[in-house]
């Protein structure tokens, strides 16, 4: 039975945008865009960009204009309504008590010493998010251990999410208060837009996403991931018991591959079966 509410949460790049390597099915897209346009859904985007880059995505690639941004990998929330985005302020003071006053730009100087960080441009900082660059060869685990090691000694909660940019062969890494990730994001969303576990997709590609497709939140891995983030899912989801809240697309749904939006739409239809004929109606159009 299908709820009588719907909240879509994607992540954007190599999720919901086809700007990965594998090719993206005819009218996926399109499908996904008559999906969202249903009163029923609420659709969020999930992602690491922060608001300029969202907003060229959404003019870029076409993308239906969403009704929540979850931008900067959890750290910022906008509610857009007729073009107009305004900052979810309650959640950033939700998040803000994590570093005890402090922000991102009081921390850099704890990590100044470690040569494979090297901070990102301004415009990818903000209060709550510190990003570096990483060269593709970084021993990333020892790296985040040294830098956890020094947060512990200074009481700063904090997630260290680690990703890699396929384009341009180059790994990131975040620094967030602990309670500013893309997971906790969707959490906060979904208590005070009255959502719950029954009525709530995620989607997503790359290892930011994990810690939301290893919840307990009904979450779906787009066939295009890396085999590494695929492989780093199932452990995860194992180790957490969540097996029955992962989907990983396979292809093969209304004739497509499973990348990219049509990954989002086979996730959708595994959780929610009853909307396969709406699907297949919209599709054949």
Not at 142 to 168: F, H
Request: aromatic share 8%.
């Amino acid at each position: 039975m299908l709820p009588d509410r719907l909240l879509i949460c994607t992540d954007l790049d190599r999720t919901l945008l086809p700007n990965g390597s594998q090719p993206l099915s005819e009218g996926a897209l399109e499908a996904f865009s008559q999906l969202v346009a249903r009163p029923e859904v609420v659709l969020a985007y999930v992602s690491g960009r922060h608001r300029q880059l969202v907003e060229d995505a959404i003019r870029e690639y076409k993308l239906p204009l969403p009704d929540w941004v979850v931008g900067d990998v959890g750290t910022t929330i906008y509610q857009v309504r007729d073009n107009s985005w305004q900052h979810w302020l309650e959640w950033e003071r939700d998040i803000a008590a994590g570093w005890n006053g402090l922000t991102a730009t009081d921390l850099r100087t704890l990590f100044n010493d470690i040569p494979a960080l090297q901070l990102q441009e301004e415009a990818k900082q903000n209060r709550f998010k510190l990003s570096y660059y990483l060269p593709m060869q970084t021993d990333v685990a020892a790296v985040q251990a040294e830098m956890t090691r020094r947060l512990n000694e200074r009481k700063l909660p904090a997630s260290l999410i680690y990703s890699i940019d396929e384009a341009a062969e180059i790994g990131l890494l975040d620094v967030l208060p602990a309670c500013a990730t893309k997971l906790h994001a969707v959490e906060f969303m979904m208590n005070h837009l009255g959502f719950d576990l029954n009525n709530t997709l995620f989607a997503g590609d790359s290892g930011n996403d994990l810690p939301v497709i290893a919840s307990q939140i009904p979450s779906v891995l787009v066939a295009n991931a890396d085999h590494q983030v695929i492989e780093q899912a199932k452990t995860l989801v194992r180790e957490q018991q969540t097996e029955a809240a992962f989907y990983l697309a396979k292809g093969g749904f209304l004739g497509m591959n499973g990348n990219y939006s049509a990954g989002i739409l086979e996730g959708v239809a595994h959780y929610f079966p009853e909307i396969q004929s709406w699907l297949e109606i919209n599709h054949a159009q």
